[in-house]
C-alpha cells in the first residue's frame, strides 16, 4: 500500500503534539522580567521537548521517503511511534513544574528511551521492507547514533535517582547530536 496516508497522518499527530504543548505554557502574573523566572523551567522544557519533536518529525519523513511502500506491520510501528511522541506533552509538563526531581526528570528521560525504542523498530521494518540492499538500508547504515542514544537515555533514567541535572545534560547532548540531519541519508535517498 502506499505511503502517503502514514506521512499524512503523522504530520497531524505531530502537529497535535506540538499545539498541546504550546498550550501547557502559561503566561507569568505580572509585568516584570523577574516575573519570568517562576516559568523559566517549563519554557526550556518546552523548548527541548519542542526540538526532539521536530527531530522525529525531520527523521520520520527522510525514513519515508526512502520507502516505496508500506505494510500493516509498519503502519502499526508507525502507531507504536505516535504514541510515545503523544506522551512527551505530560513528561513535559511534570517535569517544568517539579524542576529538578527525581521521578519527573527519570519519566522524562523514559518517554525518550521509548520514542527511540519505537522509531527504531519502524526503522527496521522499513528497511526489512525495502530489502537489505536497498537505498534506505544504505542510508539508515548500523543506526551508531541511535544505539548511542538509547544508552544516553538509560543512563539519564537512572541518574535522575542520583542527581538529575546530569540527566537533563545527557538529553539536551542527545538533541544536539540529532540537532543536525544526517547528510548521509539525504545523499543516498537523492535529497540533497
Known sequence: ????????????VVAIIITIMV????VPHGMDLA?????????LGYVLSFIYIGIYWNNHHHLLQGAKTV?????????????????????????GENPLATA??????????????????????LVRHEGPDSALARAMGSD???RISLAAYALGIGAAFIQPIVSLAL????????????????????MS
Open 35 to 43: 516575573d519570568l523566572r517562576p516559568v523559566l523551567p517549563v519554557f
Open 171 to 190: 538529553y539536551v547532548t542527545v538533541a544536539a547530536m540529532w540537532f543536525i540531519p544526517d547528510r548521509r541519508v539525504e545523499r543516498q535517498l537523492g
Open 23 to 26: 498550550l501547557e505554557l502559561k
Open 104 to 125: 519527573p526528570v527519570a519519566l522524562y528521560g523514559a518517554v525518550l528511551f521509548m520514542c527511540a525504542i519505537a522509531y527504531s523498530v519502524l526503522m527496521l521494518l
Open 144 to 146: 551508531l547514533k541511535g
Open 1 to 12: 500500500m502506499g505511503k502517503g496516508r502514514v506521512e499524512a497522518f503523522s504530520d497531524g
Open 71 to 95: 505494510n500493516g506491520a509498519i503502519l502499526w510501528a508507525n502507531l507504536h511511534l505516535l504514541f510515545w511522541l503523544s506522551t512527551v506533552p505530560f513528561a513535559t509538563s511534570w517535569m
